[in-house]
């Protein structure tokens, strides 16, 4: 069998080919769209946390169709119920003229005629005043089975005043709907424009971009907000997409992604960006103004002002996820892609090749730290630091550059690169300190031989005064029902109980100081520091009594006696370390304290207790623990009575409370 190359074994080389594995696997899951959500949750994560406040327009104004307008007495009664009347928006249109309005944006479709002899007309009359109106294409998924072809040119020749001829140097696989939704002839023939209204979600919910234009058939029909920004700069959009996808319109590049998307530019949540009117409000003031009377909105409110008009009222459905919120108004969204469009501000997207770096170079980084590093702490923190430094990175550029850079794959590739080189560190160079640690486990607890591992010198471990947590443990009456058994029964009932007591001890952080016959001594605190010593004391005397109440069970099926343990918990200044003669030394606890919570194991049996503490133990954990008062008590060794306590319980939810040192 050849033997392994020994630059196979190297660190160099494990460093490398685990960052590589880690990266390229993180990578292929990225290119396969598994990553997408995670990332764009991300994104959604760093508007919420560092969108600059009070970046939107002032230039666009929101007229909402509300809750408040559909209940208004005024709206019903001069208006009906909706669908409202179209007398409401020739009036609504009139006044925004009026006021000087400079471009008028109506979230909604006008199809069929108004039953209201008369309505119609006044609408379209009105929208041909100016001719700043932009009206809304309703693309959907429904089909168009057109039985004539005459009739199925003619729909497209409707639709032709308004699709946009696009040079394309590349191919963008624009949205396709199969159905469109249009106003009555007679108001797009008066109108100032139209645009497509349609808003898709990602897979995961939230809208993150929007489609600038949408096809149908063979034509582009603009976005909404495309159309109104094209009617308020007036002049042609000249559309074109060259590489990228980049899309050139009104002399601004337009970054898209693959799918034909622009990312959205939030500037915040909901109804704060930009100022919002109720629609019954802004017929009063119409109504007002009429009237010769001042109305309780200025006319300058919306002077030279892109004044957009739709739905937001819970009923019209036109709610939808983002950044900020389940229920962001569409019309708010069309309002943001304006601001967006016109002040030539867009969110880009880091290309796919810088994505793949930062993902393989996180990776390499961190596997290298690994094997750099001796000390795990130091290479742990160092990781930290790193991942911090990255995320602190994209959010910087994303603020202060608005670009949009890999946030989750880059991480999780670390993240993975990080683990398994910690894996292969522990399976190659760890193997050897498995080995002694398997060894040494077997014959005192897990804390020490984690000592023992980091190269403690015992030798200087001198004796000191620590407060500490001690635990004794009896079984009542032992001698008695030894003399009755034989003695392979007690000694295998023996042995099963001590092995319950010591991983139950071992379970709870716990140091196996001594057996003394059927006595079990153990202590918390030390040598490794424990700020939570007296509440892991607690709850591993009372799984010790669940423990032996699962063991009297079997014991019973068996035929076997079942046995009773008493077990006093004391807390208070000891005297802890490495403790003996020349011949042997040990690590043990000494003092007062050690010597009083032998005295409360004693003492359960004239109280009738399974589980005794005393009040310097109670004070630590009374916050947790559930107790009978026991009263004082008078103990050997002691001039004053002391006050104890039984243990009932625990709460569930560890807490941790620092004894007083």
């Given at each position: 069998m050849k033997q392994v190359p020994s630059w196979v074994k190297s660190k160099v080389f494990q460093a490398i080919a685990l960052g590589l594995a880690s990266g390229l696997l993180v990578l292929g899951a990225s290119r396969m769209g598994w990553l997408d959500t995670l990332e764009g949750k991300?994104?959604?994560w760093r508007f919420r946390n560092f969108t600059q406040a009070n970046r939107g327009r002032k230039d666009i104004v929101i007229i909402a169709l509300d809750d408040t307008s559909f209940t208004a007495p005024e709206m019903v009664e001069n208006f009906g119920r909706w669908p409202w009347r179209r007398n409401f928006w020739a009036l609504i249109v009139h006044y925004l003229h009026q006021c000087g309005a400079k471009v008028i944006g109506l979230d909604m479709t006008f199809e069929g005629k108004d039953p209201h002899q008369g309505d119609d007309e006044l609408f379209a009359q009105v929208l041909r005043e100016k001719r700043d109106v932009v009206l809304a294409l309703g693309m959907n998924e429904g089909k168009f089975v057109f039985t004539d072809p005459k009739e199925e040119r003619a729909f497209e020749k409707r639709l032709d005043q308004f699709a946009w001829p696009v040079k394309q140097d590349i191919e963008v696989p624009f949205h396709t709907y199969s159905g469109v939704a249009l106003s009555e002839d007679t108001f797009l023939s008066a109108s100032g424009g139209a645009g497509s209204i349609a808003i898709q979600a990602d897979p995961d919910g939230p809208t993150r971009s929007i489609a600038p234009l949408h096809r149908f058939h063979d034509q582009l029909i603009p976005a909404f907000a495309f159309a109104i920004a094209a009617r308020y700069i007036g002049e042609p959009p000249q559309p074109s997409i060259d590489a990228g996808p980049?899309?050139?319109v009104f002399s601004r590049q337009v970054p898209l992604d693959p799918n034909g998307?622009?990312?959205?530019?939030w500037h915040g949540d909901e109804r704060i960006v930009y100022p919002y009117f109720s629609a019954w409000k802004v017929v009063n003031a119409a109504l007002e103004l009429d009237s010769g009377d001042k109305p309780d909105i200025p006319s300058e409110t919306f002077r030279n002002k892109i004044v957009l008009i739709g739905p937001t009222a819970t009923a019209l459905a036109d709610l939808h996820a983002n950044a900020f919120s389940p229920h962001y108004p569409g019309v708010e969204i069309h309002a943001t892609v304006i601001d967006n469009l016109l002040s030539g501000e867009f969110m880009r997207r880091t290309g796919p090749m810088i994505g793949a770096t930062t993902i393989l170079g996180m990776a390499l980084m961190m596997s290298g730290l690994v094997y750099w590093f001796k000390s795990a702490l130091n290479y742990s923190l160092l990781a930290l630091c790193i991942g911090l430094a990255y995320v602190g990175g994209v959010c910087w550029?994303?603020?202060s550059h608005d670009i949009w850079a890999p946030f989750a794959a880059p991480l999780l590739a670390g993240s993975i690169?990080?683990?398994?080189s910690t894996l292969v560190q522990y399976a190659t160079?760890?193997?050897?300190?498995a080995k002694y640690?398997?060894?040494?486990?077997?014959?005192?607890?897990?804390?020490?031989v984690e000592t023992i591992m980091a190269d403690m010198d015992w030798e200087s471990l001198r004796a000191e005064k620590r407060n500490l947590t001690v635990l004794f443990s009896d079984i009542r009456g032992f001698t008695s029902i030894s003399e009755k058994l034989p003695a392979e029964t007690v000694i295998k009932t023996l042995n099963e109980h001590l092995n319950m007591m010591v991983s139950v001890i071992f379970d709870h952080q716990g140091t196996l100081d001594k057996f003394v016959g059927d006595c079990v001594m153990a202590f918390w605190g030390a040598p490794l520091p424990q700020p939570n010593h007296a509440e892991l004391a607690a709850r591993s005397a009372l799984a010790m009594i669940k423990g032996l109440e699962n063991l009297n069970k079997k014991w019973q099926s068996e035929g076997r006696p079942t046995l009773q343990i008493g077990v006093g918990v004391n807390t208070g200044e000891m005297l802890f370390g490495n403790i003996g003669s020349e011949q042997r030394m040990d690590f043990t606890v000494i003092g007062d304290s050690v010597n009083l919570g032998s005295r409360l194991e004693s003492a359960t049996k004239e109280l009738h207790a399974s589980i005794v503490i005393s009040d310097s133990t109670y004070q630590i954990i009374r916050d947790l623990a559930q107790v009978r008062p026991l009263g004082e008590i008078s103990v050997k060794g002691k001039a004053q009575k002391i006050v104890v306590y039984e243990l009932l319980g625990m709460t569930e939810t560890p807490q941790v409370k620092e004894a007083a040192s």
């Open positions: 991300s994104l959604d980049t899309l050139n998307g622009m990312l959205i530019r550029l994303f603020r690169a990080f683990i398994d160079e760890g193997r050897e300190k640690r398997k060894t040494l486990i077997k014959y005192i607890s897990p804390q020490l």
